[in-house]
């Protein structure tokens, strides 16, 4: 530990030594004259609601509710499009098909009163997906099967894969935040939300006091759902808040046994265990990790041990409001011409179709110090079949002005 904090304070140290750019760019400045306080990524996404201000602290499935409320669609468990059989709750035959080459291709058409930033939120939040498990959101061709992502009234989804051409409403003016469409998108692929599974008793208690009777249904568990063999998920993206359906201001309605501290819901997107989870239920072979926190480190599998053959592994590095920055303390593998053989390539932000930070990279060189426009960077390493090396390590951090005090005018 005290290593590690060691290297990122040399890092830091490296990095205003060299002069690096360090200041806030205004990647997507507005033209309003009042001073924007709060600039998240998330932002970007959302069609102009002067009056919506500091909502990043706030639980995905929050957003979701407060949008719902004026829906007239009606909704189970809060943005659930009800089945007329509830017997599909552990379905084998709702699952997205896969294709031979392992890739399990869901089609879509999107709503063309999008916009084209409502557009880029949406792929973004689906990019996200692909590099991190084998789903991938495709355009519809005429596939029987598929999504129509429209703006309806509200953010809800049907469970798992109905037939047909089936809705996913993500609203304009409320719904395009990037978690709040992965929550749904997460529904389509088949995945109900985290506290009703089976086993929630041993890792939740359920206030019911503090619930409606309307609501309390919300709240059913669902004794034969597919948990998948992995465990309960305190931060999935598919995890009601605290707070959620409460009748009482200030009285939380899911309370994290044995420990009530814990912290529960998602703010930034799809959880490790989530992750995991679409990457099982899918029979994904990836190998995906996402980097929390401020700072931390990364490395190839059996470091300082040489690295496998034909591995294909992602780490989205997600800090919070700030810049990832990426520092290589080691660095070791195979060397091929232009690196076609075993390589690590770096993306400036979530996905594959980001931009690049660093092409294809192998040998022994040390590669420079990178810095990431957002608080997003993603690190793909790839092997061959032949040659291993001892791979590589590398700490991250979170560095430049916080984004949240940055003006934009
Ligand atoms: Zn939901």
């Not at 939300?193 to 008793?201: A, G, I, L, P, T």
């Not at 520092?327 to 980001?354: H, M």
């Not at 092997?383 to 390590?393: E, I, L, P, V």
Request: with cysteine; glycine share 6%; aromatic share 10%.
């Amino acid at each position: 530990m005290d290593l590690k904090m060691f290297l990122v304070f040399t890092a830091f140290l490296l990095h205003t030594s060299l002069g690096l750019p360090i200041q806030e760019k205004c990647e997507n400045s507005t033209t309003t004259t009042e001073p924007t306080e709060v600039t998240t990524q998330e932002d970007i996404y959302e069609s102009p609601l002067p009056t919506e201000t500091d909502v990043e602290e706030e639980v995905i499935f929050n957003k979701i509710l407060k949008v719902n409320q004026d829906s007239s669609q009606y909704l189970q468990e809060g943005d659930i499009v009800p089945r007329r059989s509830r017997s599909a709750i552990n379905c084998r035959h709702c699952n997205w098909p896969q294709s031979r080459d392992g890739i399990v291709r869901v089609p879509y058409v999107l709503d063309p009163t999008y916009e084209e930033s409502h557009v880029k939120g949406i792929h973004d939040a689906m990019a996200e997906f692909e590099a991190l498990t084998c789903i991938n959101f495709v355009k519809r061709k005429t596939e029987r099967d598929y999504l129509s992502i429209k703006s309806v009234d509200g953010c809800w989804s049907n469970y798992g894969r109905v037939g047909g051409g089936q809705t996913v409403s993500v609203m304009k003016g409320g719904c395009l935040w990037k978690g709040v469409i992965q929550h749904e998108l997460e529904h389509a692929l088949g995945f109900l939300h985290e506290h009703s599974r089976s086993d929630r008793d041993k890792h939740v208690k359920i206030m019911w006091e503090y619930i409606s009777p309307p609501d309390r249904s919300d709240f059913k568990k669902f004794e034969n759902s597919n948990n998948l063999g992995l465990p309960y998920d305190y931060s999935s993206i598919m995890h009601y808040g605290p707070y959620t359906f409460t009748n009482t201001t200030g009285k939380a309605t899911i309370v994290p046994i044995p420990d009530g501290s814990v912290h529960i819901g998602q703010r930034q997107g799809l959880s490790n265990l989530d992750v995991a989870k679409i990457n099982k239920l899918y029979n994904c072979s990836r190998c995906s990790t996402i980097l929390d926190g401020t700072s931390g480190s990364l490395k190839s599998a059996n470091y300082p041990r040489n690295y496998s053959d034909n591995t294909n592994c992602v780490w989205l590095i997600r800090t919070r409001s700030r810049k990832v920055s990426l520092y290589f303390q080691a660095f070791e593998l195979q060397k091929t011409r232009g690196c076609q053989g075993d390589y690590v390539k770096i993306y400036d932000g979530s996905s594959k179709s980001s931009a690049v930070l660093m092409d294809k990279t192998c040998g022994s060189k040390i590669p420079n110090y990178i810095v990431a426009s957002s608080n997003l960077m993603l690190v793909e390493f790839i092997t061959d079949g032949a040659y291993t090396a001892s791979g590589f390590q590398a700490i991250f951090a979170a560095v430049g002005n916080q984004r949240r005090s940055s003006i934009h005018n």
